[in-house]
């Protein structure tokens, strides 16, 4: 079956317009985590859903970050009002269980770059 | 709050050698560990996921160990090859209900043919 799949693959903006970033999960996992990738660290938590809730964004760096998963599937990251650091690599990953003793599989990522 | 620490950050070998990565963490309260590989510009491939009551995991010519109460893994490659190159980065997952990942820098690993 597909594993993890992010578009787009590549995206650059310009500061402060709005972005989205979309993650379709592997098929029937329930838990689906974000995370971003600065240059040369590893990934940083940003907020994992179980079904369609949030059920923790403690990760999110300020409320110009929001995220949905409405349908328990398909989830999109959104960024308002960009900014140069948001440049990263956003991550996403799907798990059958959220509960900690379940692996994570990971999508490509998108690579945003703000301008 | 737990850290997880990766050393060294890049490491050159030649082909066929053996070698070791280090990762450790700061709080022994853990679910499980995992070891991911990430070649440049992709996503990340799990290797190892070694649970808290485990103390190794092998596949192939990888061997993970861990010791959660010294708050240290290893991560052995046997016999490697040039198609090892690539980045290797550890994981912890934090006790609670979300199963997030807490990752440390990573090491880079580059062998010579």
């Known amino acids: 079956g597909a594993g993890v799949s992010q578009t787009p693959s590549n995206k650059v903006t310009e500061k402060g317009k709005y972005v989205e970033l979309r993650c379709d999960p592997i098929?029937?996992?329930?838990?689906l985590y974000w995370y971003r990738q600065s240059l040369g660290q590893g990934p940083e938590f940003l907020i994992y859903?179980?079904?369609?809730?949030?059920?923790?964004d403690s990760g999110l760096p300020n409320d110009r970050f929001f995220a949905v998963r409405p349908e328990g599937s398909v989830s999109t990251l959104k960024i308002q009002r960009t900014e140069r650091g948001d440049s990263a690599v956003y991550l996403c990953?799907?798990?059958?269980?959220?509960?900690?003793?379940?692996?994570?599989?990971f999508g490509p990522g998108t690579r945003l770059t703000v301008t | 709050k737990q850290e997880v620490t990766q050393i060294p950050a890049a490491l050159s070998v030649p082909e066929g050698e053996n070698l070791v990565l280090n990762c450790s963490f700061t709080?022994?309260?853990?679910?499980?560990l995992q070891w991911f590989r990430q070649d440049p510009g992709k996503g990340l491939t799990s290797l190892l996921l070694?649970?808290?009551?485990?103390r190794e995991q092998t596949s192939g010519r990888l061997n993970a160990s861990l010791d959660k109460s010294s708050g240290r893994s290893t991560l052995y490659i046997a016999a490697s090859q040039p198609g090892d190159s690539a980045t290797y980065l550890c994981?912890?997952?934090?006790?609670?209900?979300?199963?997030?990942?807490?990752f440390g820098q990573g090491t880079t690993l580059q062998v010579k043919p």
């Open positions: 859903f179980q079904g369609t809730g949030a059920a923790d």
């Open positions: 709080d022994s309260a853990i679910y499980n």
């Open positions: 098929s029937g996992h329930t838990a």
């Open positions: 994981a912890v997952t934090p006790p609670g209900n979300t199963g997030k990942l807490i």
């Open positions: 990953a799907s798990s059958l269980s959220g509960t900690g003793f379940g692996e994570q599989y």
């Open positions: 070694i649970q808290s009551s485990q």
